[in-house]
């Protein structure tokens, strides 16, 4: 069992004190984003984010809640985003237990009725997602944007609720969603051929948390990960034990440290692996559960994968 007692109760006064917020604030939402005219979003992941952007350029003003290198796992919304989300008339979230923090605090907005919120990941047909800690009552892994089919089901249910808030621009929507669409597919080709360099005894991903289950079933790699997929969860040192065993046993050339999460659990595997006598890379950096800067090549969907891709390939002898 892993020790949640100090984490919930922190989480039970995160909730009440932005449950006061809201209460006092209630009264200042709406009018605004009236008075200004655009479309008021507000996206809790860069990815998301991302999508928005592709879809509504400047249609909409878009606020993306979680920058480059936070963990959407334990983020705990502040007042300032509280703030944010008073003036939104459209939420998307990610869903499936990927934000765990912030999703009272997003249903309670969507029960109030003036904003629409809409988790995108949820409205995903469980037929098609990875199994995750059911004895959590988490049933399925939120990290759907690795497999860029399903990334595309996302961008459609994106565009839908963008129509659904602001109808006036249906064909600006509907347009950029079917170039954008024409992108991803061309990605995806992109992404296999890719993959198709490496020999196929070395397509094996190991990371710290387990955020790339739909890249292994998409582009076929196994995936292996020192931390469970929620980064609530602490390594512990049989995890590491493990990792370092099938390292070695399976000659694995590199592991890979992600930007989210610390680089720690990852180091101490290598470190590990070296004190058995034997070597193993550091791959490189991948963009797990955040985009880069959004001035950068890492800023956007399209150029993450990329990377991701590029580093893996590099690194496994591709
Ligand atoms: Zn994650």
New binding site residues.
Partial sequence: MRPLCSRSVSRVLSVVSLLIFMLTACGMQGAQSEERGKLEVVATTSHLGDVVRQIAGDSVSLATLLGPGIDP?TYVATEGDLRTFQRADLIIAHGRDLEAQLARVLNQIGDRGSTMVIAVADRLDPAQLLSWEPERNMPFDP?VWNDVQLWKQVVILVRDALIAADAANTETYQRRSETYLAELEALDRELRTAVAQIPPERRIIVTA?D?FGYLGRAYGFEVEAVQG?S?EAEASTADIQALTRLVIERRVPAIFVETTISPRTIEAVQAAVRAAGREVALGGELY??ALGELDSPTGTYVGMMRHNITTIVTALGG
Avoid: F, V
């Fill in positions: 796992h990290h948390h955020a997929i980064t797990s559960d």
